[in-house]
């Protein structure tokens, strides 16, 4: 059972253009929202997270808009630059725990 | 900060043949996951460590699975016999046992099994 489901599988945006990934969740415990990006050889690496106690939070061109009523959080990714294309995962963990639950992961390209 | 180390990089070997990969955590982190990596089922939990101590293994495919963490800055993943199904990539994550940490990865290792 997929506890975090992410869609779409696959992306292409054009360069300029905004990159919009989306997750849902089901289990309310869940308190620790981070994305990772992971490259071609590379393992994932945390991108930007967020906490449900905020609706968005930005760090640069990333951007993640969290709606605790419908338990769903997006990443928004502004101006997307071919060196955005990787693939992006979401992820979702319960207070206290230390297991991370993993979506299925959206491959990006961004086309120039 | 020396990220999460894994070894070796690339494994290619026969089937049947025994097969171990290495992790070394990042100092102080005393949670320490293993994941396997395909592109039919994507990011699966293997088994992690609390303190040194196997947790949780339900991700654990088989017997022929094992994985040991003798010290806080060692881990392995075994696979006895080996098959052509388990060629993936596998990755080791740590983490520190803080509330709202994440998780860091180690580059992987990309297992073929021949």
């Known amino acids: 059972q997929q ?11 054009q360069k300029g253009g905004i990159s ?25 690496a945390l991108l930007i997270a967020i906490r449900p106690d905020v609706s968005e939070k930005k760090e640069g061109r990333f951007t993640i808009s969290f709606n605790k009523s419908a338990k769903q959080f997006s990443l928004h990714i502004m101006d997307s630059q071919p060196g955005d294309s990787a693939t992006y995962f979401c992820a979702a963990s319960m207070i206290g725990g230390n297991q991370f639950y993993f979506g299925t992961g959206t491959s990006l390209t961004v086309i120039p | 900060d020396a990220g999460v180390i894994q070894s070796p990089r690339h ?5 049947g043949q025994e097969v171990t ?11 320490l996951f293993w994941y396997r990596q395909t592109m039919m089922r994507g990011l699966e939990l293997l088994i992690y460590f609390n303190n ?17 963490m003798p010290n806080a800055s060692f881990s392995t993943l075994k696979i006895q016999p080996s098959e052509p199904r388990d060629s993936a990539v596998y990755f080791c994550a740590s983490r520190s046992r803080q509330s709202n940490q994440p998780q860091h990865f180690g580059d992987g290792t990309r297992l073929s099994i021949l």
């Open chain 2, 52 to 68: 040194n101590v196997p947790i949780d293994d339900s991700g654990m495919p088989e017997d022929r699975f094992s994985a040991k």
């Open chain 2, 21 to 31: 990969l290495r992790c070394k955590p990042i100092s102080g982190h005393n949670s």
């Open chain 1, 20 to 44: 919009i990934i989306n997750c849902a969740y089901e289990n309310t415990a869940f308190d620790y929202f981070p994305w990772y990006q992971q490259f071609p050889g590379k393992g994932p």
């Open chain 2, 11 to 15: 494994e290619v070997t026969e089937m």
């Open chain 1, 3 to 13: 506890q975090v489901k992410q869609s779409p599988q696959s992306l292409i945006v």
